[in-house]
């Protein structure tokens, strides 16, 4: 099947020009089977358009060549950019192939080979086809084939890519009618290679494991937040709150109740101290009214005693009033209380990391911390803090890159990733040697809706802003949430492409 990704960024295979930028940057993709059968995938968010009507988001809707495509209902599609592949059942395999890294035959990096360049037709009677879908062209025995067509060829013939690369056919399978032909030697060479590569394959995600570990192991930190909840009356004032031993909410006073502490994962990206982690690790209280529905009903409780205490207090104080400006000025208040509407918010007391591979035996070994800046956006669960110092701590040897990130476009059902933090803070991490990171693997489970992915990597609470990283040790994207009672089942991530965003527009 070849798959065809469309949209603004330049790394898709069609990229559609929109100043206006209503088409996505990861607009859809079009599924071409090896029997001809097309498939739009709509991924956006102003929809794409067959024939005038909008088809269903996210799920296969079939298209048919000719048929008039828009996406956000205003750029078409090219369909002379779209291969032609024969609507036949005898088709095989069709291997893409070409020099950006989601071929199937991967080319090397020379300029005259396109990102993708060719692709190879295999049927199951032996035959072989290559299409050309190239700026500078494809040879086949040194002749240049016409473009845009299918072109037979033979098992062995010599292809070159825009003169600069050719086909090693040992990547492409050998029908049983074609095999006669070809030397065994090579095939044989070719059987070592690939046993060579499934023996290494056993022991890669030991190797990959402690590389990567070893890589960002300085980089990532256990954040711990000390905050108290605020009841906010407007111009009536506002209270500082916390919670009690039993979990009722109560007024906060400083040196006589404790504020509110969790943990969290962050990882710095910059040599000025700012780290990434979560949104509700650096801003806990936004999150009160879904994630501690019990805390925030207690919360609102409190809110309703201190409003009936200022009513009680000030009706005691207009019948001690003594002109009547002074009774109209208590019972403009009495009548502000009994009607207040109270929000919830919270502020912190003090933010701090603790770095991984370091010991904690007192505040002292805490690193303050800021927050500089949330994603408004509530469903971009991500935050930037930044250490008090505007420094690097001198134990961090590593920084996590979100220059060299992974597109969303390779965030498929499959792919292989990591993570490294803090699940359940210190009681997991503080062992005899010091605080320890845990190291995580897994794959993705559900492809990315432009701003975050599944997972199914073993995560719990602490694991949050934990970094997760692809095989190539690239920022994958920042762990935020799971299914509560599947401990070990659905994982989700914010993509690094919305990580970057935030970076670039902040």
């Known amino acids: 099947m070849i798959i065809i990704s469309i949209g603004r960024d330049e790394n898709n295979r069609i990229v559609l020009e929109d100043p206006v930028q209503l088409v996505s940057n990861y607009q859809a993709e079009l599924k071409i089977h090896d029997n001809g059968n097309m498939f739009l995938f709509d991924k956006s968010s102003n929809g794409t358009f067959v024939n005038g009507v909008r088809i269903p988001p996210r799920q296969d809707f079939p298209v048919y060549r000719g048929n008039m495509v828009l996406f956000a209902n205003k750029i078409p599609l090219n369909w ?4 032609e592949v024969p609507a036949a059942e005898d088709t095989l395999r069709i291997m893409t192939i070409g020099k950006h890294n989601d071929n199937e035959i991967q080319l090397s990096q020379q300029d005259r080979i396109s990102r993708h360049h060719a692709l190879l037709r295999i049927t199951k009677e032996g035959g072989y086809y290559i299409y050309d879908l190239s700026t500078n062209g494809t ?5 240049r084939i016409p473009a845009r067509s299918w072109y037979k060829v033979r098992y062995g013939d010599h292809i070159s890519f825009g003169g600069a690369d050719s086909l090693n056919w040992k990547l492409v399978p050998a029908h049983k009618k074609s095999a006669k032909k070809v030397n065994m030697r090579p095939m044989l060479i070719a059987a070592a290679v690939v046993l060579l590569i499934w023996a290494g394959a056993l022991l890669y995600p030991k190797l990959l494991k402690k590389d990567l570990y070893k890589q960002y192991e300085s980089a990532v930190c256990l954040v ?11 111009e009536l004032g506002s209270f500082d709150a916390t919670f009690d ?42 999150f009160a009214r879904d994630e501690d529905p019990a805390g925030y009903k207690s919360l609102l409780q409190l809110a309703s005693y201190i409003m009936a205490y200022q009513v009680s207090k000030l009706k005691q104080a207009s019948e001690q009033a003594t002109t009547v400006d002074q009774l109209v000025k208590v019972n403009r208040l009495i009548s502000a209380w009994a009607n207040a509407k109270p929000a919830i918010g919270g502020h912190p007391q003090e933010v701090s990391v603790l770095l991984n591979n370091t010991f904690f035996n007192s505040s002292k070994d805490l690193i303050n911390c800021e927050i500089l800046h949330v994603a408004e956006n509530e469903k971009l669960d991500i935050g930037l803090l930044q250490t008090n110092s505007k420094t690097l701590p001198a134990q961090v040897k590593s920084l996590v890159s979100v220059d060299d990130i992974v597109p969303d476009e390779e965030l498929r059902p499959g792919k292989k990733i990591f993570t490294l933090g803090f699940p359940m803070g210190l009681r997991l991490a503080k062992t005899s040697q010091g605080i320890k990171a845990n190291f995580q693997d897994g794959q993705v489970s559900r492809e990315t809706d432009g701003v975050a992915f599944g997972h199914n990597m073993p995560t719990t609470g602490g694991a949050s802003g934990s970094p997760v990283f692809d095989e190539d040790g690239r920022l994958a994207g920042v762990h935020y949430s799971g299914v509560r009672e599947q401990q070990q089942g659905y994982k989700f991530a914010i993509t690094a492409s919305q990580v970057k965003k935030l970076l670039a527009t902040w």
């Open 80 to 83: 002379t950019l779209v291969p």
């Open 139 to 143: 040879l086949v025995n040194n002749l």
């Open 224 to 234: 711990v937040n000390q905050y108290v909840y605020t009841i906010d009356f407007g």
């Open 245 to 286: 031993e039993r979990g009722a909410a109560k007024l906060y006073e400083p040196g006589k109740q404790d504020p509110v502490v969790i943990t969290g994962t962050g990882f710095f990206i910059s040599k000025d101290g700012k780290l990434m982690t979560n949104r509700h690790v650096a801003s806990p209280w936004m």
